[in-house]
């Protein structure tokens, strides 16, 4: 999955100043409206259910928006429709991909709330109770956060700058600053009520804007979806090559073998993202969070739709040639997209159009930036400061205390590195994230969840041994070094030709984790039949939460 990272000297998408002074408008509307709504939503009391879940009082339906909008990041909407432009075949395979990791998280939704509270950190402790299963969901959790955090607010800092028509190195970070400094303020004033509001908004104003821009995609070729892809096909540049795999990350085996690792990592990575964990337990119970998870399914499916609609459209309407001439990766095809048909739209309703796609790549990463923040902070407050520094003995206000400033850290953290890395290729970031989720996270659940010889051995085994290795494969492949999109492009000292290792990390983890478990298999104790049965209720069935 390909994720914002604007290249050094990239010249801004052409628009008029009154473009920009309605982009400008927008933004500032934007954030006065998302900050009153976090003021008026947030907690009404200091306590744990309300900051971390807002008292689970969303609906099916308001929590399958907020899902989706935590679904819905830069690489979604920019990425994949710039893929789909760029790549054909490659990109709309990415957009399947992307759409199925919902449906895998549909599956593990019931059993995810049923066996969590808050965090990672008590879905994991239900297996294995104690300090050390709290202190490997929090590395798990700040492992997979941290790199997409410092990757959506470099890519928020770029983007608002490129939209406003600055092109300083300067001038984005300012950008990002200002754009951490909104994550941090909503996330302490709303919490999760707070920052589910502005989720919903962003996927109400994001969906909105696809849905219009595919209309005026079908309309420009007579509402004929032959047309459209010989349009696509045609403008391109690819010919007939078009709709066929191998553009993306090459046609040869090792480019076949790279997307496929991808696909892997964006449809079992992106179903097992902290603040996704996070967001399920917002629901009422495990019924109600399947019912939400199947209402998000739904609309990601018809918001895929929009996207590759859109990114053909592009492909058609202003051409291969001219996307790649202004960013080789696609990603600004949408702006353009916009540009060319608010070109033919007269006044006003030009104007508008361009600022709709404007505002919703602000708004797509600031909500996202904002649930990543969340869920990080409530893994250093609830796992390690209240469960592991106090023992569980902590006061409900003294945690929301903590949950507050642990905001502030790591969102002033992620500040600090985005407005550092300014102007790297942060990129590979998303398939570090990704594979991290994947190899960690989902074996660590599926795991602890499903197989009851599973123990604590076997959990730290999956956590740190999957952490190390995946770090460890990331830092010896193309995506760290080696090629000209590498983190570290002027050092080659790759020893894996991929760019996205899952298909390595993933069955490494899993076999951490199995692996973990048979060399510390525990002697049961004599009552242990009442615990597993006491773990298999509290799963498969719900039960009252301690």
Not at 191 to 213: H, P, W
Request: with cysteine; hydrophobic share 50%.
């Amino acid at each position: 999955m390909t994720e914002l990272s604007l290249a050094a000297g990239l010249t801004p998408v052409s628009g008029s100043s009154d473009d920009r002074a309605m982009v400008l408008t927008a933004f500032m509307a934007f954030v006065v409206l998302s900050l009153l709504l976090c003021v008026l939503a947030g907690p009404e009391g200091d306590t744990t259910a309300d900051f971390y879940t807002g008292n689970r009082s969303l609906t099916p339906m308001q929590n399958a928006l907020a899902l989706t909008g935590d679904y819905i990041s830069a690489a979604t909407l920019l990425g994949v429709s710039g893929l789909v432009a760029v790549a054909g075949y490659d990109g709309i395979s990415l957009a399947v991909s992307s759409c199925l990791a919902v449906g895998v998280f549909l599956l593990l939704a019931g059993p995810l709330r049923n066996a969590g509270r808050y965090t990672l950190g008590d879905i994991l402790a239900l297996r294995a109770p104690g300090s050390s299963s709290r202190i490997a969901a929090a590395t798990a959790t700040l492992a997979v956060c941290l790199p997409f955090l410092v990757l959506q607010l470099a890519g928020a800092g770029s983007a608002t700058a490129l939209l406003l028509g600055l092109t300083s190195l300067g001038a984005e970070q300012v950008c990002t600053v200002f754009v951490g400094v909104l994550m941090i303020g909503y996330t302490v004033l709303g919490g999760m009520r707070g920052t589910s509001l502005v989720q919903i908004v962003k996927a109400g104003v994001v969906f909105t804007t696809m849905a219009l821009l595919a209309l005026l995609v079908l309309w420009h070729h007579d509402f004929d979806p032959g047309a459209l892809l010989t349009a696509a096909e045609r403008g391109s540049g690819l010919h007939d090559r078009y709709f066929e795999p191998g553009h993306a990350l090459g046609d040869g085996a090792a480019g076949r073998l790279d997307f496929l690792s991808l696909q892997l990592s964006v449809v079992l990575g992106g179903a097992c993202m902290p603040h996704i964990l996070m967001r399920i337990n917002s629901a009422t119970d495990g019924a109600t969070a399947r019912r939400a998870t199947r209402y998000a399914v739904a609309v990601m499916a018809a918001f895929f739709l929009c996207v590759v609609i859109a990114g053909l459209g592009a492909a058609g309407v202003v051409g291969g040639q001219k996307i790649r001439s202004v960013d080789s990766s696609g990603q600004l095809a949408l702006l353009l997209l916009a540009g060319e048909l608010g070109g033919g739209t007269p006044g006003l309703a030009g104007n508008v159009l361009y600022t709709a796609v404007a505002c919703s790549v602000f708004v797509t990463v600031l909500a996202v930036v904002a649930g990543i923040a969340l869920s990080a902070a409530a893994a250093l407050a609830h796992d390690l400061h209240a469960h592991v520094a106090r023992k569980g003995h902590m006061s409900e206000r003294g945690e929301v205390r903590s949950a507050r400033w642990a905001v502030g850290a790591v969102g002033g953290l992620g500040v600090l590195l985005a407005a550092m890395a300014q102007r790297l290729n942060l990129q590979s970031l998303t398939y570090l994230a990704l594979t991290l989720a994947a190899s960690t996270v989902l074996p660590a659940c599926l795991y602890g969840l499903f197989w009851s010889r599973y123990n604590r051995t076997g959990l730290l085994w999956t956590v740190y041994g999957g952490v190390l290795c995946t770090t460890a494969l990331y830092v010896c492949s193309l995506s760290f070094s080696g090629a000209p999109t590498s983190l570290m492009p002027g050092h080659d000292f790759h020893l894996i030709g991929l760019q996205s290792t899952a298909v390595l990390a993933i069955p490494m983890g899993f076999l951490l984790g199995w692996a973990g478990s048979v060399a510390g298999r525990r002697v049961r104790p004599t009552r242990g039949t009442g615990t597993d049965l006491r773990w298999r209720e509290r799963v498969l069935v719900g039960a009252r939460e301690e």
